[in-house]
């Protein structure tokens, strides 16, 4: 799998790399290679799209099925309907959601925030031997910890006001 989104990201440089020689064609030749760089284009970014929606799904799959069901075996009857009912979701989302800058924002507010301010100082409490708040450092990772908090909730806030209105 890996060979072929190697593949498609070299395909997607050399279409967006070829063009750049239209400068010194004619203008007919230019314009083939207008049409032919978006047509590529365009189906370079749809092949990359469909070989990588199951590798972003697959973790999602996985884990609603150990949320719902534990360390059950492998099984066909269940794997199916997880799987259509998350294919189905995303669908919903992207008919619904007329801008996917309001999901990039959700998404940014739910899950950059965490993972840049909070996580960080969750990790350095579980790890330091130093427990107390008696430590500057200890006192400053609390202070991002809490700031890191007040950005997600006021971005999460802000980012469900965008889809509201």
Known sequence: MTFL????AL???AWTVWP??????TAN???????????????AVAIEITLGF??????CINTLDAVLFGNRPFSWK???PETLAMCGLALLVAILVPNVSDIFSLTGAL????ICFIL???????????RGLKNLENAAALALFLIGLIIMVVSTVISVQNLIV
């Open 5 to 8: 989104f190697s593949l498609f």
């Open 29 to 43: 030749e230019s314009r083939n290679r207008c049409v032919a760089f978006c047509t590529g284009r365009v189906a």
């Open 78 to 80: 269940r794997k199916i």
């Open 120 to 130: 960080p100082v969750i990790f350095l409490f579980k790890l330091s031997p130093n």
């Open 54 to 59: 199951p590798m972003s799904a697959h973790p």
């Open 20 to 25: 750049l020689g239209s400068a010194l064609a």
């Open 11 to 13: 395909v997607d440089i």
């Open 111 to 114: 899950a950059s925030t965490p």
